[in-house]
């Protein structure tokens, strides 16, 4: 009889990534859609969401605007804050990705090293980062939700392309063109075509 038996004590009985990425035929990765506000990182990961379960695939969508009013309720705007948020996010999606499902994550992540350490928490090739990339002033053209003109006004401070900056991704896995002429409908394929490459759908 065992009464201080902790979960790493159980060792080879423990149920492995791969037993439960079997019943699903597929490995799970965290997918993440960086780009500024206004970029396009719902409206595609939406898409590919869709596109992933008409084909019977298993994904989740973790949207920052979504997360912000639950799990991360408690985080500004701040760097530190940032880095936690991503850090969260990165942690929920990282144990869905465990499971063999797509974790799509649609959320700024401005930092370099906060999506460096998000990538470093995952198993090799199974973070994929996805630059939903618009130039700022599309994005501010766009402004669907207003917030550039708040920013612009002084009504909101630490805006990601305003008053923080954003640290575009120097390697990422797929690179969109969203402020181009591109539709999303066109950008998401090609993250669902990247995923078919890699095995992941
Ligand atoms: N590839 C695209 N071409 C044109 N407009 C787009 C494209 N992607 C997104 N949009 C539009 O840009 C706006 C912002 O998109 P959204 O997905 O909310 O951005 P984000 O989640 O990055 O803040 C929406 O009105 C959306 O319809
Ligand atoms: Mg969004």
């Not at 009889?1 to 423990?14: C, F, H, I, P, Y």
């Not at 401005?110 to 996805?130: H, I, K, L, T, W």
């Not at 909101?156 to 990422?172: K, N, R, S, W």
């Amino acid at each position: 009889m065992s009464t201080n038996l902790s979960v790493g004590d159980l060792g080879a009985e423990r149920l492995q990534a791969e037993d439960r990425e079997r019943l699903h035929g597929f490995g799970g990765a965290l997918v993440w859609f960086t780009g500024l506000s206004g970029a396009g990182k719902s409206t595609v990961a939406n898409l590919v969401d869709r596109k992933l379960h008409a084909k019977g695939r298993h994904s989740v969508l973790l949207d920052g605007d979504l997360v912000r009013t639950g799990l991360c309720a408690d985080l500004s705007f701040s760097p530190s804050d940032r880095a936690e948020n991503v850090r969260r996010i990165g942690e929920v999606g990282r144990l869905f990705a465990q499971t063999g499902v797509l974790a799509l994550v649609a959320v700024i992540a401005p930092y370099n090293r906060d999506r460096q350490r998000a990538r470093e928490r995952m198993r090799d090739g199974r973070f994929v980062e996805v630059f939903v990339d618009a130039p700022l002033s599309v994005c501010e053209e766009r402004d669907p939700k207003g917030l550039y003109a708040k920013a612009r006004a002084g009504e909101i401070t630490d805006f990601t392309g305003v008053d923080a900056p954003y640290e575009a991704p120097q390697q990422p896995e797929v690179h969109l063109d969203s402020g181009g002429g591109a539709s999303p409908d066109e950008l998401a394929d090609r993250v669902v075509a990247f995923l078919e490459t890699n095995g992941f759908a």
